[in-house]
């Protein structure tokens, strides 16, 4: 007996709580508080946008002040006491004040985002607000995107909790072929990559130069295939329930140039950034210095989203230079021949950027990252040469990225004839089982 939509939406809130539960169930409820923060003011905003559009807009920043609270206390509240007490050590001065030593909740920073974008979509009328109460619960806690993304917008996800969904054998096929992709970029590349780059940063200062290049050579492809994989697993998991969540990796090791690379990964981060931070800070209408201004302020907050961490910072630093750098360049207008040779140029220098900015992702202090750069430009290459299983990772990566650029889809190995079709699964399946344990390790981007 197939359930009617609306008590399949009961079942989905109930079971997504419950899948969370498994990790804490004690944060359920805060969960259960963002819920309110988004249906409540949501009606309230909708009720008097015409009438008193500055009650509406008070609704809106008390809504979205609440959660910014509640990521705060809850994310930074120590690092910043930490922050502050080590400038005031460092002028000779003591201070009594402690941390809390809070549990950083799994996927905080995704679902507050959602109830963020959700009463702001809402208050630009780019949607209606839901009178329902479990449509806006499954919309913030549908569990395939719940502690890693992809950030759901409303406009996407939440009429998909108002209507009737069908799962056609379609929907299946697609849905299980990118649960197998998303598990072959974890298990067989994350995995093996992150086992690598581990030996690496956890002693930066006793390798040599190339050791190092390996390291954050390795660590690149890890958390692509990690996050990536996460993505496609999440995204399958929800066609088999009916749902179309947004694709959130269009092969970012392929940009041409940094601005292109933003529009490849983590797409629904990249997009939540601009929509909902870099347009409403003036984005680039405001002339080129407040463009520049507004391009740094948005990495830098991307950058400390991810973490409270200096090293988030840093990294958000770097990607807010290579930005301002290149519309610099592109504000010259200077003509550059075109060709392959040219995009593998502009490619080659998006991947040195990014894998240098993934340095201080990865390290986990200052002195980390200084000693990790240190020995990378020190010149002591020595003897070490490890190659192969590089070659061979990055093999394994254009098994999967390789047909679906070729194919400009995702499913592109869906549509060959059946005798490809299952070999091409046949061997995903084999190398997935020969990686080892298929339990593998937790999710990068759990922590976030």
């Not at 008193?52 to 809106?60: R, V």
């Amino acid at each position: 007996m197939r359930l009617p939509f609306r008590a399949q939406n009961l079942w989905l809130v109930l079971l997504s709580y419950g899948f969370y539960a498994f990790w804490d169930w004690r944060f359920c409820s805060l969960m259960l508080v963002a819920t309110v923060l988004g249906y409540l003011p949501a009606l309230k905003i909708e009720e008097n946008l015409d009438t008193n559009p500055k009650l509406a807009k008070n609704w809106l920043k008390g809504s979205v002040v609440a959660c910014l609270l509640i990521l705060g206390v809850f994310k930074y509240f120590d690092f910043f006491i930490d922050s502050f007490g080590s400038v005031l050590a460092s002028a000779g001065m003591t201070t009594g004040l402690k941390t809390l030593g809070i549990i950083l909740p799994a996927g905080i920073s995704f679902y507050l985002f959602h109830t963020i974008s959700y009463v702001a979509d809402v208050y630009r009328k780019h949607v209606p607000a839901a009178k329902d109460f479990t449509e806006v619960a499954l919309f913030l806690a549908f569990f395939p995107q719940l502690v890693a993304g992809p950030i759901a917008r409303s406009s996407s996800l939440l009429p998909q909790c108002q209507k009737p969904r069908v799962v056609t054998e379609e929907m299946v096929h697609r849905g299980l072929f990118l649960i197998l992709i998303g598990l072959f970029r974890k298990v067989v590349i994350a995995d093996t990559c992150g086992a690598m780059a581990d030996n690496v940063f956890s002693n930066p200062a006793g390798q040599n130069s190339w050791q190092l290049l390996l390291g954050a050579i390795w660590y690149a492809l890890q958390i692509y295939s990690d996050f990536a994989g996460y993505s496609d697993m999440a995204r399958g998991s929800a066609q088999l329930f009916g749902f179309n969540l947004t694709l959130n990796f269009n092969h970012p090791y392929v940009a041409q140039n940094m601005s292109d690379f933003w529009t490849r990964w983590h797409i629904s981060l990249s997009s939540w950034l601009k929509d909902y931070l870099y347009i409403p800070l003036g984005g680039n209408r405001k002339g080129k210095a407040r463009t520049y201004v507004n391009l740094m302020t948005t990495m830098l907050l991307g950058g400390l989203w991810h973490g409270a961490s200096w090293n988030f910072v840093l990294w958000g630093f770097i990607h807010g230079i290579a930005l301002v750098v290149y519309q610099g360049y592109k504000s010259l207008n200077i003509r550059t021949p075109e060709g392959a040779v040219t995009r593998v140029i502009n490619t080659a220098l998006v991947l040195v950027v990014v894998g240098l900015a993934w340095i201080p992702f990865r390290c986990h202090s200052w002195s980390q990252t200084a000693s990790y750069f240190g020995g990378l430009f020190s010149g002591n290459w020595g003897t070490d040469f490890y190659v192969l299983p590089t070659v061979a990772l990055v093999g394994m990566l254009s098994l999967v990225d390789l047909p679906q650029l070729l194919g400009k889809s995702e499913t592109t190995a869906l549509t060959w004839k059946q005798a490809p079709r299952l070999a091409y699964i046949f061997v995903l399946i084999s190398l997935i089982v020969l990686s080892g344990d298929l339990r593998g390790s937790a999710f990068i981007y759990f922590q976030f």
